[in-house]
């Protein structure tokens, strides 16, 4: 579409700059193409974004939705002026959302709302959603970017979004099943992934751009704390979805902000407890640094954080070598943290 007639003077002197707009989506189409799937039916540019359902063989399709931000991460990332992997985040915290259900990821939509449309910066965002969806099998079929001058500051922004999957109602995960002496796997986090910044940024002095941050650390693998918090959400879509495929999964918790406590017992029925054995946790090294920077309980710890579990999985104990060979298989560090039992407090860390 030819925008060159499309300009207002007025409306640039007011703060907006509609052409950086019409450049910012010429410029994220090239990573808008990598998404598109078979569901795909237009082209970005439209009002809005159509996707054809792929219902074949599916006796009652359901469509499950999910929508989500990156939380005050982006205040991490427009420090660093790193904006190419925030994106993979805001899919991450959908996607992995639906898949609790058994859905498959068909669609997303993002939006970006910015003190100033910098095409260029815009464009790096999109492209890290554009990754999230191509880790997660889901096209970028549309978004809006809304630039907001005198609500926000120039440089800041932030991005949120939503995704649509599908799944046949009678495979929808509903932890009916889940018995006592189901075993609890773990999947491993790639790290703090989205939730809990705000602690973060207590802990570290990150609003005041504490200089420790840029400092590489041998704890971290050589990495900055920095580098190490904006490490991008594991995306476990498709590795999941290879496992419902041949395992009994009788319930999942993609475990975001509130931790083990909050997140673990969405999935366990009432009259059941999972028992999580806390020394078979793999903690992560950043996680270590907050407590010990913050003087964090350990109980607020696993109450606000992953611990470097992003995700947990209640198979049949029958079943548990399957699960962990398909999940290896599939490139997830995935290992057993605990046992179902009976009780009523849907989840113990001991």
Avoid at 208 to 219: D, I, S, T
Wanted: proline share 4%; charged share 20%.
């Amino acid at each position: 579409m030819d925008h060159k007639n499309s300009h207002s003077a007025s409306y640039a002197a007011a703060g907006v700059d509609i052409t950086a707009g019409y450049r910012a989506v010429e410029l994220m189409k090239k990573h808008v193409a990598r998404t598109r799937n078979e569901g795909c039916l237009d082209d970005v540019g439209g009002f809005g974004g159509c996707f054809g359902l792929p219902i074949a063989g599916m006796e009652e399709p359901v469509l499950v939705s999910g929508t989500d931000g990156c939380g005050t991460k982006v205040k991490l990332a427009i420090l660093m002026d790193k904006h190419d992997t925030i994106g993979i985040d805001a899919v991450a915290m959908c996607v992995n959302d639906i898949i609790c259900c058994g859905a498959k990821p068909l669609f997303f939509l993002d939006y970006i709302a910015c003190g100033k449309n910098v095409p260029e910066k815009i464009a790096a965002i999109v492209g890290g959603v554009a990754e999230g969806c191509v880790q997660s099998g889901a096209a970028l079929i549309g978004g809006e970017t809304a630039e907001h001058p005198g609500l926000m500051p120039a440089e800041d922004y932030d991005l949120a979004g939503f995704a649509v999957g599908i799944v046949d109602k009678k495979k929808i995960l509903d932890n009916t099943a889940m018995a006592e002496g189901d075993v609890v796997i773990a999947l491993a986090s790639t790290g703090i992934h989205s939730n809990g910044f705000s602690l973060c940024r207590k802990v570290f002095d990150i609003d005041n751009n504490n200089p420790q941050l840029y400092v590489a650390r041998e704890e971290l693998g050589g990495k900055t704390i920095a580098e190490a918090l904006l490490t991008p959400t594991r995306i476990y879509v498709k590795s999941v979805l290879a496992l419902l495929q041949k395992v009994n999964v009788k319930g999942i918790s993609h475990i975001t902000g509130g931790g083990f406590y909050e997140n673990i017992p969405r999935s366990i029925p009432d009259g059941l407890c999972a028992k999580i054995d806390k020394a078979a946790v793999k903690v992560l090294p950043i996680f270590h640094m907050i407590a010990a920077w913050g003087n964090i309980p350990e109980r607020d710890m696993f109450n606000t954080y992953n611990m470097g579990v992003g995700m947990s999985i209640v198979v049949p104990a029958a079943e548990v070598d399957a699960a962990l060979e398909i999940l290896k298989a599939n490139g997830e560090d995935a290992y057993v943290i605990g046992t179902i039992v009976k009780g009523e407090e849907k989840v113990i860390l001991a």
